[in-house]
Structure formats: C-alpha cells, structure tokens
C-alpha cells in the first residue's frame, strides 16, 4: 500500500510537467528483468505476463486505485464542492491529488470553474487550472476576494468602447438599423471591430455566396422534449452574444453589431429534412444580414435540429462552449458568464504588431516551405487533382483540442515524413 500511495504521487508529479499519453496507466513491479538469449529485453514474455492477469489484478497495479488524500486545508475543501458541482461527481472521490482533468474536466469546464468560485468569492485563473490541475496545486493559487486580495479579473469592457464617438454614432444611426431589418423593439447593445480573418470571411461569402456557410444537421433522441431543447437553444442566443451578431460596414470599416432578441427561428411547416437543410444553407448571408439561422424539423417520426451559420460567428472551440449551454440550459443546471468576443477584439488592438512579427520572423528564420508533392519541373501543363477519404474521430469530453488541429499534426507529421525533415512548414487559416 505505501509503495502504490508513492508511486500514485509519482504519477501526479508526471502530470503536471508531462502529455496525457507519456503518464503509465499501470506500474507492475518485477524482481528482475526477462531477457532473450541475445540479452535483449523479452517483450513478449512481458506482454504474456501482463495478459495472464485479471482485472482485479491489474486495478491493483494501477496508479489510480490506491487511498485518496482527504482535503487538509479550508480552500482545499471549499473548492472540492465547486468541483463536484461543475464536474457533477461524489464529493468524496475528489480527493487532494486529484486533477481537475482526470475527473472529467476540460477547458470550457475551467471557465466555469473559475466562474463559480468566483461567485463563491475565491480568484484564480484559468491559466492556474492548466499550469498544476491538482485540487491541492490550485487551492494554493486561489486567493479569497473578500479578503482585501486584489481582483484578478479584467473590468468590464463597456459598450461601444473599442469605437471612435463618430463610428458609434453610426453603429446606433437608422441606416444600421434599415440595413439589418432590425424591429422598433431592438436594439443595438455594442459594436467593435472585426478582427483580421472575420473581415476576409465576409468578405469571400459577398463575392462567392455560401461559401464559408457550415450547415448542421442533429438527430434528436425520442426522450428529447423539443419545447424544452427550443427554450434551452433561445437560452444559448441570450447567452453567446455572437449568435445575435451581425457585420456592417461603418465609414468603410468592417464592424460588428451585437443585437438584442435576435431568435431565428426558421417555420419548417409542410418542409422535409432535405428541402429545409437546402433553403436554410441557400439563404443570403453578407452584410447586415443575420449570420446565423436555424430550425426543427420532423419527419417520419423523428425530430432534426438543424443550425446553419457563418464561419465569421464561430469556429471550433466556440462551438464547444455554446453546446455546453446548451446542455446546461436543457438539463436546468448552473450557467456561467460567457466572456463577450469584444474582449478579444480588444486583445488583438492592443497587441504590438511589430513586435510580434520580429518575433515570428526570428522562429521561422531558415525554416525551409515544405515541398511536398513535389513541384515538377521545366514546361508542363497545370492539372487539378483531388483525393477524398473519410477519417473517423473518436468522440472525447476531455479534451479541448478540435479536430481540425488534430488534422493540422497530422498533415505536419506527413509532411515531415516525406520531405525527410524534423519539422514542417506550411500556411493555414486559424
């Protein structure tokens, strides 16, 4: 028992300074080594060894199962609670050395968690969480408000902030208002600038209509209460402001608008699944028009929720976090804040441009654009080529990564491969 508690603590150094895939599952002792007669390590035999044992034995080999550390200190205790809430699991099987990532946690939960404890008057960051997720390592970091401790979250950002006076005048002027359709009852809470990528989106989707435009389609389970998904959904516009987003054009510069009560709910009366999802993706999206759109429908019995929306909107990781308030929306449970995009606008405003091109012009120096297919040479005439495949992902709450940075490593790996290189250099849209 005392050799697994070490080796479990082992395991939770390992952790915090090593990847999830490098940290042993199991560590079986052994009172020598088997070798093959070339004295070389007998792997085989090991693997024999491994698979002779049952699941009892083997839980009593892993790091895991061993006696948990109660929470010793006041924080330690307090914030075991906020993570059996956030995490919804038994109080009692979090214990000191656990991380918050093992239970179940992931990165949209950090925000939440750090949402709630502060609530319960406790600060600390996300940053925190990741550096050391062991529920002893952030209750050092945690620091009580209430105390006179200094807030360590940003002040709010007020409306209309990251505008100059004469371009929030136009933003609440009536040619804003006539260009998106906007109702006598709406508003326009705040507007700020688009970043780089936001602008050239858009402005792709005006020259080349639907591209950019992702369409959704999800099956609903027959225990679904469908009144009850339409009023979580509505939650989840209320709560991600870029839901109620639209892009105009204020003096020649591309900007966003937030609006109030901006549902659209799309009628699929006497509509089939195919011919809703195809007036749904061929519906204009530009400049002051809604930027996202969406509908149920039923069919033979069955109910389909289908979402189309502008890449201008949203991406990956936000589109993590608006199906997590959609779950907790649906299930009744505890939503947080949702941080507004305008604070990373403002991040991006403030950001030294010169000196982050110094600095990526000094980590790329030498690096060499990978030439993979290669390029032929001398006259020939240009060809097109296309290759599709179906690469199928396993579904993970516990991890943040999306799947487009795991085809990202992937196509790196590749390309490494081929062009006989330890790194690989090409260009993407992120």
């Given at each position: ?15 915090v ?37 049952t ?12 006696i ?27 214990g ?63 409306p209309?902030?990251l ?25 326009i ?34 225990l ?15 709560v ?20 109030d ?40 019995g ?18 993590k ?9 649906y299930?009744d ?11 990373f ?11 982050a091109?110094?600095?990526?012009e ?27 495949s ?39 849209t992120?």
């Open positions: 028992e005392a050799l697994q508690n070490r080796l479990g603590a082992l395991v939770d150094e390992l952790s300074v090593l990847p999830k895939y490098m940290i042993p599952t199991l560590i079986i002792p052994c009172k020598y080594m088997p070798f093959t007669i070339s004295t070389k390590l007998d792997r085989k035999l090991l693997h024999e060894q491994l698979s002779s044992l699941w009892d034995q083997r839980a009593a080999y892993s790091p895991s199962n061993r948990k550390r109660e929470p010793e200190t006041r924080m330690e205790r307090r914030l075991q609670t906020i993570w059996a809430e956030i995490l919804n699991v038994p109080m009692d099987s979090i000191r050395d656990d991380t918050f990532f093992q239970l179940g946690g992931d990165s949209i939960m950090g925000i939440y968690l750090v949402s709630t404890a502060k609530e319960d008057g406790i600060a600390f960051t996300v940053k925190d969480v990741f550096d050391d997720p062991r529920l002893s390592a952030v209750a050092l970091k945690a620091i009580l408000i209430q105390d006179g401790s200094a807030d360590i979250t940003e002040s709010p950002l007020e209309f902030s505008l100059s006076e004469s371009r929030s005048s136009l933003a609440l002027g009536d040619e804003i208002r006539e260009e998106c359709g906007l109702d006598d009852g709406q508003t809470e705040d507007a700020y600038p688009c970043s780089p990528l936001q602008e050239g989106l858009i402005a792709l989707t005006v020259k080349q209509p639907g591209s950019y435009v992702a369409t959704y389609v999800y099956h609903l389970s027959k679904a209460d469908v009144s009850r998904f339409k009023n979580a959904w509505d939650t989840v516009v209320e991600c402001s870029n839901l109620r987003t639209r892009i105009v054009l204020l003096d020649g510069v591309t900007t966003q608008v937030v609006l009560n901006d549902s659209h709910w799309q009628s699929a009366e006497n509509e089939t699944l195919d011919s809703m999802t195809r007036s749904l993706r061929n519906a204009q999206m530009g400049y002051g028009t809604p930027l996202c759109r969406y509908t149920i429908v039923s069919e033979k069955e109910n389909y929720f289908i979402w189309v929306a502008h890449h201008s909107i949203y991406d990956g990781w936000t589109l976090v608006m199906f997590s308030v959609l779950y907790q929306a299930s449970r505890y939503i947080p804040e949702i941080r507004p995009f305008s604070y606008i403002k991040y991006v405003q403030e950001t030294n441009g010169d000196a091109a110094s600095f990526w000094t980590e790329l120096s030498g690096a060499v654009r990978a030439s993979f297919p290669p390029r032929p040479t001398g006259p020939h005439k240009a060809e097109s080529q296309c290759y599709r179906t690469i199928s992902f396993t579904s993970s709450a516990k991890t943040s990564i999306t799947h487009a940075t795991i085809l990202r490593a992937a196509w790196s790996i590749v390309l490494a491969r081929y062009c006989d290189s330890n790194e690989a250099v090409f260009g993407v992120v």
